[in-house]
């Protein structure tokens, strides 16, 4: 029952934290000096057509009832039109998020699968030269411009070796579209030439993305190990004879995921949000592009749409990891 | 021991402590330390990209102009932003969260969601929402990371000062007829500190990476300012022949972000022995 009630509690500031992101973002890019009026209207328009569309977009309306508009039209999903793209924000963020997921999933991936077996290893080679060798990596990786990281592995890999193509999500039409996630809808309908092509263009986007996250992980895994490695019941199954290697990746491991799954939750928002600028080097056909984009356009609308979209994808996450918690650690709930 | 003594035992603290000694020497000095000064501004086109040479120890850019000088005053830009930008955070986000800890409930309720929001969206997506919207500078640049991160701080101090608030010294402050402000002054800010140092040096590290990120996405300091997430957008599309054009910049933040980020694991460990994780 403490565990509705925790979940309860957290989804009652669920709307005014939601809320008030609207209005922080509201605000901010309504400051923007451009009118949006007038990048509709075209470059040869006159005063009188532009005043017209002025009024036509509600932009003449006082602040507070443009942002009532606004939100009456965002609870039916209504996000407003792209000025650039002159589609729906909502279905082109819809349409672009599962190219931004694919790519957050598969760095997650990597992530974990290196980080959190690292991070094992040097806790339980403490203070060899592996153990000093891993942490130097892993300060390392938090050290990184990801945005220069991906133009060096694109030079190299791209460019002087040809190993991976230099940009994009797929060469030819790719796959039949049923999940969005390319690689998945490759291995759906069998098509191992597209599965091909979308695995080696993921890859170095997906490499570069996961580079900190798995250095985070490694640092927590580290900690956590080395917190359980020395606790009783370890020295305990020691004692009784247990191999050392069902030790640590069984017992040991399992308590020391704690801290490690609440951190996972949180890399996967840095994931998402890193994928902002990994996104616009690799012309990845993403949400991250998709902002960059219309940031460049002073596209308000697109701006807000994506803004709160991500917000929310946050909020969720954050949400999960507090659920997820409280069954792999009931004591929080004391 | 002194702290400073403890500090330069710890090897990786020494590193760190080195690397921002130097760049901030670099910083102040570079126009004497630059083999050319004027290349700020000034431009050859007879010498653009030329590999790394005894003249040009890492090579000349689109402009001709010497990339080892420019990425020397770059060292400028870099702290400038940090420094001011992290101390505006903190500025901010300190006496929120102390007020927000101090009195609980609706008030830091209040507080505290509001520091959600900011936290609800990336830090890179609300600065560049943000620096898009007051356009390319590095004092809009500044701006925008101030009002982004300064709920870090605030969450710190939030969690130190809830927990601190309970103790026993703060309850005899209290009943010798110590001010609220006086309490929260004297009494619970010291003790906040050592967390607030270290978060400190982690979040130079942090902020250094996102005003290179807005500097490569155009949002920083306009040309010919030879910030280093700009000059590696520049360098962009001479690559791969002239790869030291977007080397040089690059290592350059990767060396002073990992100072911040050594010197922070340092300090924790001396600051901060309940932080200490596994050593």
């Known amino acids: 029952m403490r565990r509705v009630e925790l979940v309860l509690s957290r989804l009652v500031w669920f709307v005014p934290t939601l809320l008030g992101l609207i209005i922080v973002v509201f605000l901010i890019s309504n400051v923007v000096p451009t009118d949006p009026a007038r990048i509709v209207a075209g470059e040869n328009a006159t005063q009188a057509q532009i005043d017209a569309l002025r009024e036509q977009m509600g932009l003449n309306e006082p602040l507070i009832v443009q942002f009532g508009i606004y939100l009456r039209d965002l609870v039916t999903g209504d996000m407003g039109r792209s000025l650039y793209t002159q589609r729906e924000i909502s279905s082109d963020l819809l349409h672009r998020l599962p190219a931004t997921l694919e790519l957050t999933f598969a760095a997650m991936i990597l992530a974990i699968g290196l980080g959190v077996p690292l991070g094992v290893i040097s806790a339980i080679r403490r203070n060899s030269l592996t153990d000093q060798i891993l942490r130097l990596l892993s300060i390392s990786g938090l050290a990184v411009a990801s945005f220069w990281l991906a133009m060096e592995l694109q030079m190299y890999f791209s460019t002087r070796l040809g190993w991976t193509p230099l940009n994009g999500r797929i060469s030819g039409f790719g796959p039949e579209n049923i999940t969005g996630f390319v690689v998945i809808d490759s291995i759906l309908q069998g098509d191992w030439a597209s599965l091909k092509s979308a695995l080696s263009h993921l890859i170095l986007p997906a490499i570069t993305l996961s580079l900190p996250a798995a250095a985070t992980l490694v640092r927590f895994t580290r900690a956590g190990v080395l917190e359980v490695v020395n606790s009783n019941f370890v020295l305990y199954e020691t004692a009784m004879g247990f191999p050392r290697s069902l030790i640590v990746w069984k017992y040991v491991l399992r308590n020391a995921l704690i801290s490690t799954v609440t951190q996972i939750g949180l890399v996967f928002g840095t994931l998402f949000a890193g994928a902002v600028v990994v996104e616009a080097v690799f012309d990845w056909p993403g949400l991250g592009t998709y902002a960059v984009q219309s940031i460049l356009q002073s596209d308000t609308k697109a701006i807000l749409g994506f803004s709160i979209l991500v917000g929310v994808v946050f909020i969720v996450i954050n949400l999960l990891v507090d659920i997820v918690h409280t069954f792999i650690d009931p004591r929080v709930l004391k | ?279």
């Open chain 2, 1 to 279: 021991m002194s702290l400073f003594g403890r500090l330069m035992r710890d090897r990786a603290a020494a590193i760190g402590t080195l690397i921002i000694g130097v760049l901030v020497l670099v910083a102040i000095f570079a126009p004497w330390l630059a083999p050319y000064p004027e290349d700020v501004a000034a431009f050859h086109l007879t010498d653009r990209l030329q590999p790394p040479s005894a003249e040009h120890w890492f090579g000349t850019d689109r402009m001709g102009s010497d990339v080892f000088s420019r990425i020397l005053f770059g060292a400028r830009i870099t702290i400038t932003i940090a420094v001011i930008a992290v101390g505006v955070s903190v500025a901010i986000g300190v006496p929120i969260g102390l007020v927000a800890g101090y009195y609980g409930r609706f008030t830091g309720g209040v507080l505290m969601r509001t520091s959600d929001v900011f936290l609800a969206v990336p830090q890179i997506v609300l600065a560049i929402a943000i620096a898009q919207t007051l356009g390319p500078s590095v004092e809009n640049v500044i701006l925008a990371l101030s009002l982004t991160y300064w709920p870090f701080w605030a969450r710190l101090v939030y969690a130190e000062t809830r927990a601190l608030k309970g103790q026993t010294f703060v309850e005899a402050a209290q009943a010798l007829g110590a001010s609220d402000l006086r309490v929260m002054v004297l009494h619970i800010l010291p003790n906040t500190l050592s967390a607030i140092i270290v978060r400190t040096s982690i979040g130079m590290g942090a902020t250094i990476l996102t005003a290179a990120a807005l500097g490569f996405l155009g949002l920083g300091a306009p040309p010919p300012a030879p910030e280093w997430g700009r000059t590696i957008s520049e360098a962009r599309e001479f690559l791969p022949e002239a790869w030291w054009y977007a080397a040089a910049p690059g290592l350059a933040i990767f060396l002073v972000v990992m100072g911040f980020n050594l010197l922070g694991d340092g300090l924790r460990d001396v600051l901060d022995p309940k932080l200490r994780k596994g050593r």
